[in-house]
T-cell receptor, first 117, second 114 residues
Framework: AQSVTQPDIHITVSEGASLELRCNYSYGATPYLFWYVQSPGQGLQLLLKYFSGDTLVQGIKGFEAEFKRSQSSFNLRKPSVHWSDAAEYFC???????????????FGKGTKLSVKP | KAGVTQTPRYLIKTRGQQVTLSCSPISGHRSVSWYQQTPGQGLQFLFE???????NKGNFPGRFSGRQFSNSRSEMNVSTLELGDSALYLC?????????????FGPGTRLTVL
């Protein structure tokens, strides 16, 4: 069965420090991979996605993620964190070949990011 | 372009009642998916509608149902509410074409069951 694991429930980093959020997935083939961010009281916003090709993908707000097939990982990184990055981050996988179905994203439990001034 | 809108934003019901939540997708989007978000279970897929047809369904009991109208607006209904149905219900819309399209999420409806 497909699954997504985000090992870190809560991470605190200082403003200006680098950030890496971990994501591991279980899936029989290469899935579609996503990172979303959710601020309190808000819906989810897509940060970046991986479908195929270059394994290092760039997203919005200065985020990037690297797909590593051998490790079944899709870690999110940012070189310098800003206080406005404090939010909850979700990694998700989507199944390929679903007959065009767009739904059925499988989400990790999320990592809450706190930023110290 | 207006984003995904969900109404109402907050709802309080009692056990045994039923509830209907509404989602208006981005103009031109034909796929609407629903997710339940709880602290314990996280984000879980409920179902997806495309051109008024349910295209995919998650692992939820039959008390959870949905539908989509010809203008792509969608509703989900939960009957015989239980305390465990308290959650944030998120709707997402996308173009719904053959290749994977980005899903845009609404702000959610916060349902509290007393």
């Amino acid at each position: 069965a497909q699954s997504v694991t985000q090992p870190d429930i809560h991470i605190t980093v200082s403003e200006g420090a680098s950030l890496e959020l971990r994501c591991n997935y279980s899936y029989g083939a290469t899935p579609y991979l996503f990172w979303y961010v959710q601020s309190p009281g808000q819906g989810l916003q897509l940060l970046l996605k991986y479908f195929s090709g270059d394994t290092l993908v760039q997203g919005i707000k200065g985020f990037e993620a690297e797909f590593k097939r051998s490790q079944s990982s899709f870690n999110l990184r940012k070189p310098s964190v800003h206080w406005s990055d404090a939010a909850e981050y979700f990694c998700a996988v989507g199944a390929r070949g679903y007959g065009g179905s767009q739904g059925n994203l499988i989400f990790g439990k999320g990592t809450k990011l706190s930023v110290k001034p | 372009k207006a984003g995904v809108t969900q109404t109402p934003r907050y709802l309080i019901k009692t056990r045994g009642q039923q509830v209907t939540l509404s989602c208006s997708p981005i103009s031109g989007h034909r796929s609407v998916s629903w997710y339940q978000q709880t602290p314990g279970q996280g984000l879980q897929f409920l179902f997806e509608y495309f051109s008024e047809t349910q295209r995919n369904k998650g692992n939820f009991p039959g008390r959870f149902s949905g539908r989509q109208f010809s203008n792509s607006r969608s509703e989900m209904n939960v009957s015989t509410l239980e305390l465990g149905d308290s959650a944030l219900y998120l709707c997402a819309s996308s173009l719904g074409l053959a290749d994977y399209n980005e899903q845009f999420f609404g702000p959610g409806t916060r349902l509290t069951v007393l």
